[in-house]
């Protein structure tokens, strides 16, 4: 049934990630307007002035149909603004004359004029929006005080009695849909807010920065850096159109996004050619060296693939490099305008390292990282490795999962997420 509803919504309001909040309220307001002054011109049946009575709101309805049908269809609300509110004081002006002045209930519908105005509002002052509504309900009042005989009374009391009870009702529906309409639209743009928020920080961010307006640095004793890159990435760049490049670097990265959630680490951002995650952070474990390998060796399967099909196509491909170490950093939100979460600390500077002097298609490890592992995966002692500004490292090479901890197909069996679970 929800689904039904969105539906509906779409095809009527228009969809939200196409059409800003102003738009679809536009959208909602000119309809739903559009429709109760069609469905009310048949309500005026027992007025003195019926024809005329049903004539105003017959064509007014059609106006405000059009001004949807323009809206949402053409696309332009922007510069509907002022005539959708002058065609609705004119209306209300013109009901208020015809239909018993300020003991009808036409001046019920000032105060939901007044909010369609306000939550449509964009460009426009809102102290003049007031403005101009304050000077429309004085001069009616005033002129009904000054030219009593200009407005045309009810016949009887009872009369009187039914115009003012079905008008209420009618309030009642409107305001009952705009508000339905606002709060239904508010949040879907809070949804769209928190999406975006979500996409650049971690949930446990996301929520310190929004209760506390700032994020205070958090130190890590133990957590798993990743650093992947293409292997002759700037070569391969050179023979792509730029179009070409942002596809293929998309492609993969967005597998990578994909691959890390899955394993429970932490995108912190892309450089180019270069993709670095982390695990055990925000939210602290003792599994963050297995999650990083058991996602590395992923990111190589998914390679893999995607290089045999580029084979097929007889196209270009990449290798990846991959580095992995394990210590203490430092995490944080730097920046007010475009912040990021990012980390720091000699463990970053060692797994890249480990990265740019890793086997090209191979997972290269840390002996911190290795002694965290050695238990679940099979690996190979390269030596020390002479990596820039670090000397010589000693390095490992994940091979596989432990034989006795893995399916034939080289995935995770039953006896490795038990021995998992005990950490």
Not at 246 to 273: A, R
């Amino acid at each position: 049934m929800k689904i039904v509803l969105v539906r509906l919504a779409i095809q009527f309001i228009g969809d939200p990630k196409l059409n800003s909040l102003e738009h679809r309220l536009f959208n909602s307001v000119t309809l739903v307007n559009g429709m109760i002054n069609l469905l009310g011109s048949f309500f005026s049946f027992y007025l003195p002035n019926f024809w005329i009575l049903f004539g105003f709101n017959f064509g007014t309805g059609v106006i405000f149909l059009t001004m949807y049908y323009i809206s949402r269809y053409k696309g332009i609300y922007y510069i509907l603004y002022w005539p959708l509110n002058g065609t609705i004081l004119l209306y209300l002006s013109f009901i208020w004359f015809y239909n018993g002045g300020s003991l009808g209930g036409s001046h019920y519908y000032l105060i939901p004029a007044l909010v369609i105005a306000t939550i449509l509002l964009k460009k426009n002052n809102i102290v003049f929006v007031y403005f101009v509504y304050m000077l429309v309900s004085g001069l009616l009042f005033g002129i009904e005080f000054k030219y009593p005989n200009l407005i045309t009374q009810f016949e009887s009391t009872q009369d009187r009695y039914l115009d003012a009870g079905l008008n209420y009702i009618f309030i009642q529906i409107l305001t009952g849909i705009l508000i339905f309409i606002l709060s239904r639209n508010l949040e879907l743009e809070r949804k769209k807010s928190e999406s975006l928020l979500l996409n650049i920080l971690p949930e446990q961010i996301a929520d310190e920065l929004k209760k506390n307006d700032m994020v205070i640095p958090f130190s890590y004793q133990s957590a798993t850096v990743l650093f992947t890159d293409m292997a002759g990435f700037t070569k391969i760049a050179e023979q792509m159109t730029p179009t070409e490049l942002i596809q293929e670097l998309d492609e993969v990265f967005s597998c990578f996004d994909e691959i890390i959630k899955k394993h429970k680490m932490e995108k912190i951002k892309t450089i180019g050619d270069a993709y670095m995650a982390a695990a055990g952070l925000p939210m602290v474990n003792t599994t963050h060296a297995i999650d990083s390998v058991l996602c590395s060796l992923d990111f190589l399967r998914f390679m893999d693939s995607l290089q045999l099909q580029k084979r097929k196509e007889n196209k270009l491909f990449f290798e990846l490099r991959i580095g992995i170490h394990t210590g203490s950093v430092v995490a944080g939100v730097v920046g007010k305008d475009k912040f990021a979460y990012d980390i720091w600390g000699d463990t970053v500077n060692t797994a890249s390292r480990m990265e740019s002097s890793g086997i090209i298609g191979k997972v290269n490890i840390s002996n911190q990282t290795y002694e965290l592992v050695k238990e679940f995966f099979e690996c190979t002692y390269r030596g020390k490795i002479l990596a820039k500004n670090k000397g010589e490292i000693d390095m490992y090479i994940v091979n596989n999962i432990q034989k006795n901890l893995c399916d034939v197909d080289g995935k995770p069996n039953s006896n490795f997420w038990e021995l998992y679970k005990r950490l």
